[in-house]
C-alpha cells in the first residue's frame, strides 16, 4: 500500500511548485524580450544585406500619365 502524504508534505510540495511556476513565468518573459530583440535585429541585418546586394532603394517621382 502507498503510504499517502500528510498535509504539510501536501503544503510543502505545493509551494515548491508555485516557486518553480514563478521562475519559469519570469524566464519566459526574459526570452520574450530576447526573441522580440532578435527578431528587431534580423529585419535589421536583413535590410542591411539587401542594400550591400543591391544598393540602396531608388526613388523616383511619380509621373503623371499625359507626361
Known amino acids: 500500500m502507498e503510504r499517502v502524504p500528510s498535509w504539510y508534505e501536501l503544503y510543502e510540495q505545493n509551494d515548491k511548485l508555485e516557486g518553480m511556476i ?10 520574450e524580450e530576447e526573441r522580440d530583440d532578435l527578431k ?9 544585406l539587401e542594400y550591400k546586394t543591391m544598393g540602396k532603394p531608388q ?4 509621373k503623371d500619365k499625359d507626361g
Open 22 to 31: 514563478h521562475i519559469y513565468q519570469e524566464e519566459i518573459v526574459k526570452l
Open 59 to 62: 526613388f523616383h517621382r511619380l
Open 40 to 48: 528587431t535585429e534580423i529585419l535589421f541585418l536583413r535590410k542591411q
